[in-house]
């Protein structure tokens, strides 16, 4: 299958409503010069836009940010490049990263599957991170899930051999969902053992959201798989 057919499928986001705030438009007009990434600029040169080298992390779909903000904060030797199409969530993680201190983020604001095929060269990335992605709840609408076979095969291209993929959910289906597809994916293995998953990396920062819904016995899972070709 051709590319521009594949893209056609694979879709990783829906663009939520929602109007930025003063403050989150304020922080977009005052940062994204410094921070903002463009996908017509073609092929990212990840030394040059940070300054530095460093090992590269890709987060896909960081919602508003505040867990990219605390992973970045917590390694500022790692170059964080972070993608979200939704505008309100950008302008919000533009807003902490000035008011933090953080400067160690480059954000995309335009769909990871362009990015992905336009942006970022083969074999690039040191870790590679969705959490949270839309769940997709509904049984009929399961195929609109982002976590699928061509994207994990493409995906895997963008990762160093040895690099990571990190996924977490908090929907049980869709995890074992996430399970399947990557444990027959070629070209990956688990990190744990076969069909197992990960406890939470203390990388990975918890969620308030995450926290409340432990305390309501609500459960989590994590994905650790590593490019093995």
Same mark, same amino acid.
């Given at each position: 299958m051709k590319d521009s057919e594949q893209d056609r499928r694979i879709r990783s986001y829906v663009? !939520?409503?929602? !109007?930025?705030?003063?403050g989150q438009q304020r922080a977009f007009n005052e940062n994204w010069a410094q921070w903002g990434l463009e996908h017509a600029d073609g092929t990212l040169d990840f030394d040059r836009v940070f300054g530095r080298p460093g090992p590269r992390v890709l987060e896909i779909g960081f919602g508003m940010g505040q867990s990219l903000v605390a992973m970045a904060s917590a390694a500022p030797e790692t170059?964080?490049?972070?993608?979200?199409?939704? !505008?309100?969530g950008v302008g919000r993680l533009l807003h902490s990263m000035a008011d933090e201190g953080v400067g160690n983020i480059r954000i995309y604001c335009h769909d990871a599957v362009e990015v992905l !095929?336009?942006?970022?060269?083969?074999?690039?990335?040191?870790?590679?991170?969705?959490?949270?992605?839309?769940?997709?709840h509904k049984k009929r609408h399961h195929k609109r899930r982002l976590i699928q076979p061509e994207f994990v095969d493409r995906l895997r291209c963008k990762l160093k051999p040895g690099g990571i993929l990190h996924l977490a959910t908090d929907w049980e289906n869709y995890?074992?969902?996430?399970?399947?597809?990557?444990?027959?994916?070629?070209?990956?293995a688990n990190t744990i053992a076969s069909g197992e998953f990960a406890p939470r990396p203390e990388s990975r920062p918890l969620t308030k959201f995450e926290a409340r819904g432990e305390r309501l016995g609500h459960g989590v899972w994590d994905l650790l798989f590593t490019r093995t070709d």
């Amino acid at each position: 299958m051709k590319d521009s057919e594949q893209d056609r499928r694979i879709r990783s986001y829906v663009l !939520r409503k929602g !109007r930025m705030t003063p403050g989150q438009q304020r922080a977009f007009n005052e940062n994204w010069a410094q921070w903002g990434l463009e996908h017509a600029d073609g092929t990212l040169d990840f030394d040059r836009v940070f300054g530095r080298p460093g090992p590269r992390v890709l987060e896909i779909g960081f919602g508003m940010g505040q867990s990219l903000v605390a992973m970045a904060s917590a390694a500022p030797e790692t170059n964080f490049v972070g993608i979200e199409v939704h !505008r309100p969530g950008v302008g919000r993680l533009l807003h902490s990263m000035a008011d933090e201190g953080v400067g160690n983020i480059r954000i995309y604001c335009h769909d990871a599957v362009e990015v992905l !095929r336009d942006c970022i060269a083969d074999d690039s990335l040191d870790t590679v991170q969705v959490f949270f992605p839309d769940p997709w709840h509904k049984k009929r609408h399961h195929k609109r899930r982002l976590i699928q076979p061509e994207f994990v095969d493409r995906l895997r291209c963008k990762l160093k051999p040895g690099g990571i993929l990190h996924l977490a959910t908090d929907w049980e289906n869709y995890a074992e969902q996430m399970m399947e597809v990557l444990s027959e994916a070629d070209g990956y293995a688990n990190t744990i053992a076969s069909g197992e998953f990960a406890p939470r990396p203390e990388s990975r920062p918890l969620t308030k959201f995450e926290a409340r819904g432990e305390r309501l016995g609500h459960g989590v899972w994590d994905l650790l798989f590593t490019r093995t070709d």
